[in-house]
Antibody, heavy 127, light 111 residues
């Protein structure tokens, strides 16, 4: 059974860079059927997609975060990571990683739905 | 960018009743043969769980009390015979093209 686990600092200072990793177990991150995504949820608010990456390195990013986000993959560790620069209090959230299933049609393939998800990790931005 | 609007924001019902949740897209998210919409359930303190993809296909181990329908811009999640554990948050999500955005959510609460 595929499982994902987020890891990284729970507290980041304003203007610094938030860095989290997601370790995939029970399956290979090198699968051709999936992207791997990051989603966040500020306390008491809704879900916001951050970005997704294919094992080969192709990425999609949220337009609202694109200037500050970098997602990378390390296939040797079966892991992918997110870095968010110049953080503010507005970046305080629970950060989830999830498998992003590819949907394929006659016109090609693109990322679809998220399943499964990691349990999430709370990152607080505060001095 | 396509925006998803969920309604109502909060839905108050009793166990045993049927819930109808709406998700409207600002432009069509359907192509020939597929509707690019997923539904998730989120319980307090937990990660979201996939319920439905392709607007109407139940994910693995999702009971048939949960059903999805719709196409184009209007989609519905129907939950029949509500059980106490169903009274939580629900989100829709569009795919097909980036960005892969979520609706703002509907809270299903006990009346």
């Amino acid at each position: 059974q595929l499982q994902l686990q987020e890891s990284g600092p729970g507290l980041v200072k304003p203007s610094e860079t938030l860095s989290l990793a997601c370790t995939v177990s029970g399956g290979s991150i090198r699968s051709t059927s999936y992207y791997w995504g990051w989603i966040r949820q500020p306390p008491g608010k809704g879900l916001e997609w951050i970005g997704s990456i294919y094992y080969g390195g192709n990425t999609y990013y949220s337009p609202s975060l694109k200037s500050r986000v970098t997602i990378s993959v390390d296939t040797s560790k079966n892991q992918f990571s997110v870095r968010l620069s110049s953080v503010t209090a507005a970046d305080t959230a629970v950060y989830y990683c999830a498998r992003h299933t590819l949907y394929c049609s006659t016109t090609g393939c693109s990322p679809g739905w998220f399943d499964p998800w990691g349990r999430g990790t709370l990152v607080t931005v505060s001095s | 960018e396509i925006v998803l609007t969920q309604s109502p924001g909060t839905l108050s019902l009793s166990p045993g009743e049927t819930a109808t949740l709406s998700c409207r897209a600002s432009q069509s998210i359907s192509t020939i043969g597929h509707n690019h919409l997923a539904w998730y359930q989120q319980k307090p303190g937990q990660a979201p769980r996939l319920l439905i993809y392709g607007a109407s296909t139940r994910a693995t181990d999702i009971p048939d009390r949960f059903s999805g329908s719709g196409s184009g811009t209007d989609f519905t999640l129907t939950i029949s015979r509500l059980e106490p554990e169903d009274f939580v948050m629900y989100y829709c999500q569009k795919y097909g093209t980036s960005p892969y955005t979520f609706g703002q959510g509907t809270k299903l609460e006990i009346k």
